[in-house]
């Protein structure tokens, strides 16, 4: 693609394995089902995907290259074109998109996938290993910890109420998600053979804040922010948003970053408050949105991604039924 003539990528098929409350299926077996899944309902071959990027996490699984496992459940020979983010998959779904705007003619077809089995242990210890390890872990504190004084903030700034800030978090669940994306004539084709419409990435950014809460106003998310205006969300209504909240206080905090108002439907698939499955909720927030592209439901809307202690790291995706000047 030229410079004159930048691709357009959208998501083209969502599927998603998800088990709340945790299931004996190992990591393989649920990135099988959710992409085998996926190429059925795009009508692919794995031979004609030209990419493919993970994220996974190698602490819930206690083990290192965990995702060399669950590459296995592919089929990875003959040799294919991978990579893999130690991140929740939306950023691998970030770089699949990176790759797909800089790919010659013809190799427009990536897969985008994570996965994780967070009940296998206790998921606020697990997220408590990667804190600053001189300052932060040897107070004790853990992920609930830290995500009750970012509520406290909240509430002492008015952003939300003192029910919000007690509700419970997002109940941890094991499974996996795959999305594909893929640029013309593969979207048309794909998006026209499911009787759907082509969901198209016109705006794809993420910013990272300080790592310490120390270091941060807590009461705003500033990185959530940078991360929608530079994807342009402001650029048009937002029918559907879909958010990474963890906490009803979160969703609160996400919602003034990313400027959503009342005529905005945050979350209408439930959310990580239904079912969170760590390493692929991300990923599900910008399939479910895509979904309600694809279905008509919207015209345009919003998916967000975090990582990290109190929303340290955030991406913004805007997804459009028209892919109007191009990607952003």
């Given at each position: 693609m030229s410079a004159a003539n930048p691709a357009h990528v959208?998501?083209?098929?969502?599927?998603?394995?998800?088990?709340?409350?945790?299931?004996?299926?190992?990591?393989?077996?649920?990135?099988?089902?959710?992409?085998?899944?996926?190429?059925?309902?795009?009508?692919?071959?794995?031979?004609?995907?030209?990419f493919t990027c993970s994220g996974s996490f190698d602490?819930?699984?206690?083990?290192?290259?965990?995702?060399v496992g669950a590459l296995d459940s592919l089929g990875a020979w003959p040799p294919i074109s991978?990579?893999?983010?130690?991140?929740?998959?939306?950023?691998?779904?970030?770089?699949?998109?990176?790759?797909?705007?800089?790919?010659?003619?013809?190799?427009?077809?990536?897969?985008?996938?994570?996965?994780g089995k967070p009940t296998q242990g206790s998921l606020p210890d697990i997220l408590a290993r990667t804190l600053d390890p001189y300052y932060l872990a040897p107070l004790g504190v853990d992920a609930?910890?830290?995500?009750?004084?970012?509520?406290?903030a909240a509430v002492d700034a008015g952003v939300c109420?003192?029910?919000?800030a007690g509700a419970a978090g997002a109940p941890?669940?094991?499974?996996?998600?795959?999305?594909?994306?893929?640029?013309?004539?593969?979207?048309?084709?794909?998006?026209?053979?499911?009787?759907?419409?082509p969901a198209w990435i016109t705006g794809l950014e993420h910013r990272i804040d300080m790592h310490s809460p120390a270091c941060r106003d807590l009461a705003r998310c500033a990185s959530a922010e940078q991360a929608a205006a530079a994807a342009g969300v402001d650029k048009g209504p937002v029918h559907v948003a879909e958010l990474h909240a963890r906490h009803l206080h979160e969703e609160a905090l996400l919602r003034a970053a990313l400027?959503?108002?009342?005529?905005?439907?945050?979350?209408?698939?439930?959310?990580?408050?239904?079912?969170?499955?760590?390493?692929?909720?991300?990923?599900?927030?910008?399939?479910?949105?895509?979904?309600?592209?694809?279905?008509?439901?919207?015209?345009?809307?919003?998916?967000?991604?975090?990582?990290?202690?109190?929303?340290?790291?955030?991406?913004?995706?805007?997804?459009?039924?028209?892919?109007?000047?191009?990607?952003?």
């Open positions: 959208a998501v083209v098929a969502y599927a998603a394995d998800v088990h709340p409350g945790g299931t004996a299926a190992a990591e393989p077996a649920l990135v099988h089902r959710a992409v085998t899944a996926v190429l059925g309902q795009a009508g692919i071959d794995r031979s004609d995907i030209g602490y819930l699984a206690g083990a290192p290259f965990s995702f991978e990579s893999h983010v130690e991140m929740d998959a939306a950023w691998a779904l970030y770089e699949a998109w990176l790759h797909l705007l800089g790919a010659e003619e013809g190799s427009g077809i990536a897969l985008a996938y994570g996965f609930d910890d830290l995500a009750a004084l970012q509520a406290r109420t003192e029910e919000a941890p669940a094991d499974g996996a998600a795959a999305v594909l994306l893929a640029t013309e004539p593969a979207a048309s084709r794909i998006a026209r053979a499911r009787g759907v419409r400027g959503l108002g009342p005529e905005t439907e945050v979350n209408p698939s439930g959310g990580p408050l239904a079912a969170d499955p760590v390493m692929a909720t991300g990923l599900v927030r910008i399939g479910e949105a895509a979904r309600r592209v694809a279905d008509g439901t919207a015209d345009r809307a919003a998916a967000h991604a975090a990582q990290g202690p109190c929303l340290q790291h955030n991406l913004v995706a805007v997804l459009e039924a028209a892919p109007e000047g191009g990607p952003r």
